[in-house]
Structures are given as structure tokens and as C-alpha cells.
């Protein structure tokens, strides 16, 4: 394995633009990616972290959500994925890497769009891995605009559905079974702090993910069970050649300090110390992670 500890350039570590011209339909796949991202595969080594936790994780299957799920696992954590049914190919990958290092993985396809499949999702996480402690929102969606002129309905409230109201749907469904030591992670944007013109949909409902961590924070303290967010800068994964266009692919992360995008194993540290005790007095806050730019 790399030694992930050993010291290196960061803003050499990885691939830098430009990148090759690509663009994928529908939700993207992590196959289709050239380079391939780096989800912890190779490098990411756990510490026992996350030891006997549940962890239901949305987006499970590729990008961020997938370095999550191999940390979360690596950590001692028995996981649930969620995907879309069209991802399976990208599930199965996780899936197979992590059982055959002995972890527990529950693959629970489904569109969170659908509000009766968010509470069969809790259900179904709680049923296969005896309760749920962690709650891992990483699943969203990213369409972009060239004006308003592009603005449309439907479009829009897919992406409220599956950006904003999924978060009330599994916390109301969770909720229930939370025992001591319950933590609420959801996955904002830079954008929830710095709108792009060209992402302003994508932006509305990611400031709305930090508001909701900051008041649902508040709203659940009381309860023993801590709500934070990670806001990614700029990360290599198939959200990117699947929703934006080809010539931003190829210029990709340059504009952060970095020079360069992240790397999903990047981040999925974040999401470890949110969901361990370490942070157990960190509760409300939004973590970015962005590659040297400032934000705020
Ligand atoms: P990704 O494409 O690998 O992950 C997004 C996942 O969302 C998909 O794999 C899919 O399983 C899931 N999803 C989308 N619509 C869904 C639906 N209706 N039902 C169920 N699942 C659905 O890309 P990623 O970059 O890892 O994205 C993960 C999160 O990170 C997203 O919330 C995204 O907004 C956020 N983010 C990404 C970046 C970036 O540069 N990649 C930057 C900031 C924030
Ligand atoms: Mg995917």
C-alpha cells in the first residue's frame, strides 16, 4: 500500500489538468474516467476508527461516496450502499473489494427522488446490519445552465428532491433507530458558500445543505446526535464529465490553489472524523475541503 503518511508535494500528489476531452451520460461511471480517481483503493489504511458502527452512506458507489464507503469499512464500520439501479456495475466493484477484506457491505439500490424508498432505505439498512449509528448523505445531483433562459421545472424539483428533501426523508426515517453516539453527515458544495452563474440550482440547494446542518444541528443536540457537513472544492469524479461541459473537463481543478482537483481519498478522512468520537463536541459545522482556495 502507499504510505499515505509520507510527505509529498500536494499540489503534485495527483493528476493536474488538462485532462482528455470526455463526457459521459446519464449519472456517470467511474470506468468511463480518464485517469481513474483515486478512492483509497491502494493507500487508504483504517485504524479502528468506526469499530462495530452502521453506516448507511447515499452515493455509495463512485466518486466521494465510494472513498467513503472503503474508509467507513477499513475503520471497522459494517456499511450500506445506496446508488441509483443503473450503477450497479460501479456498486458491485465496491462491494467485492471490501467483503473480500472481510467487511460487512449491504448493497440498497434505489432512487431517492422517491419518498416512500427513503424509509425503505432506512428499513432496509436496519434490518441487514442490526441499526444504524451513522447517517452519510453524499448522493446529489449537478445540472448546468447556461442561462436562465435553461431554467426547467421538472429538472429543478428532481434536484430539490434528491438534494434537499432526501436529507429530511432519511433523518425523519433514522431518527428512531439512532442509539448514543448517532452522527448526520451531508455533503454540501464550495458552491453552498460561492455560486458559479452556471450552477445556480446546484448552488441554491447546497447553501440550503449548510443552513440544514447548522439548524438541524440544533434541533437534534439535545438528542445526543450530532449533524455536520463537507463542503468539496473541485474533486475527480463522474458528477464532473456527466454534468458539465467538455471544455471545464479539461481545464478541471486549475482553478484551485492547488492547480488541481481533488482526489475522492482525499476527503473521505473528513467524513471519518466526523463520524468518529473524536469530533464528538463538533456538531453544526460545514467542512471545506478545496485544494488551498479560500471560501469563506
Ligand atoms: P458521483 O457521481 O460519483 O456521486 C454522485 C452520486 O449521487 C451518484 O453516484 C449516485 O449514486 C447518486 N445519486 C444521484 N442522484 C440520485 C438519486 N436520485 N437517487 C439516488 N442516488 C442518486 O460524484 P461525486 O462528485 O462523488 O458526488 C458526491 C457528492 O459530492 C454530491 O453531493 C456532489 O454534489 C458533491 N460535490 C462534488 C464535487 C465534485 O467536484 N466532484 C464538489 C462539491 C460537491
Ligand atoms: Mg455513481
Excluded at 71 to 92: C, H, K, T, V, W
Excluded at 122 to 139: F, R, S
Amino acid at each position: 500500500m502507499t504510505d499515505l503518511s509520507a510527505p509529498t508535494n500536494v499540489a503534485t500528489k495527483y493528476p493536474q489538468p488538462p485532462f482528455k476531452k470526455q463526457q459521459q451520460s446519464g449519472v456517470g461511471t467511474v470506468s468511463e474516467m480518464d485517469p481513474q480517481p483515486d478512492h483509497g483503493e491502494q493507500s487508504y489504511r483504517g485504524s479502528g476508527k468506526l469499530t462495530g458502527r452502521r453506516a448507511l452512506i447515499t452515493g455509495g458507489d463512485s466518486g466521494i461516496g465510494r472513498a467513503v464507503a472503503i474508509a467507513f469499512a477499513r475503520e471497522g464500520a459494517s456499511i450500506a450502499l445506496n446508488y441509483l439501479p443503473e450503477e450497479q456495475p460501479d456498486a458491485d466493484e465496491v462491494a467485492s473489494l471490501l467483503r473480500g477484506e472481510g467487511a460487512t457491505v449491504e448493497l440498497l439500490p434505489g432512487d431517492l427522488t422517491d419518498e416512500a424508498f427513503n424509509a425503505k432505505l432506512v428499513e432496509q439498512t436496519v434490518a441487514a446490519l442490526g441499526g444504524i449509528d451513522l447517517l452519510v448523505m453524499v448522493a446529489g445531483g449537478m445540472p448546468t445552465v447556461s442561462g436562465i433562459e435553461d431554467f426547467d421545472t421538472a429538472t429543478f424539483d428532481r434536484l430539490l428532491r434528491t438534494n434537499i428533501h432526501s436529507l429530511f426523508w432519511l433523518t425523519k426515517a433514522a431518527k428512531p433507530h439512532f442509539g448514543p453516539g448517532a452522527s448526520i453527515i451531508a455533503t454540501g458544495s464550495i458552491q453552498s458558500f460561492n455560486p458559479s452563474p452556471d450552477l445556480v440550482e446546484y448552488a441554491v440547494t447546497k447553501a440550503g445543505i449548510a443552513n440544514w446542518v447548522r439548524a438541524m444541528a440544533q434541533q437534534l443536540a439535545q438528542e445526543g446526535i450530532r449533524v455536520n457537513g463537507v463542503a468539496p472544492g473541485p474533486f475527480w469524479t463522474p458528477l464532473q464529465p456527466s454534468s458539465v461541459p467538455n471544455d471545464k473537463i479539461e481545464s478541471f481543478g486549475g482553478e484551485a490553489a492547488y492547480g488541481r482537483p481533488g482526489q475522492p481519498v482525499e476527503l473521505c478522512s473528513t467524513y471519518v472524523y466526523l463520524a468518529s468520537q473524536e469530533s464528538s463536541y463538533t456538531s453544526g459545522e460545514t467542512i471545506v475541503v478545496s485544494g488551498g482556495t479560500p471560501v469563506h
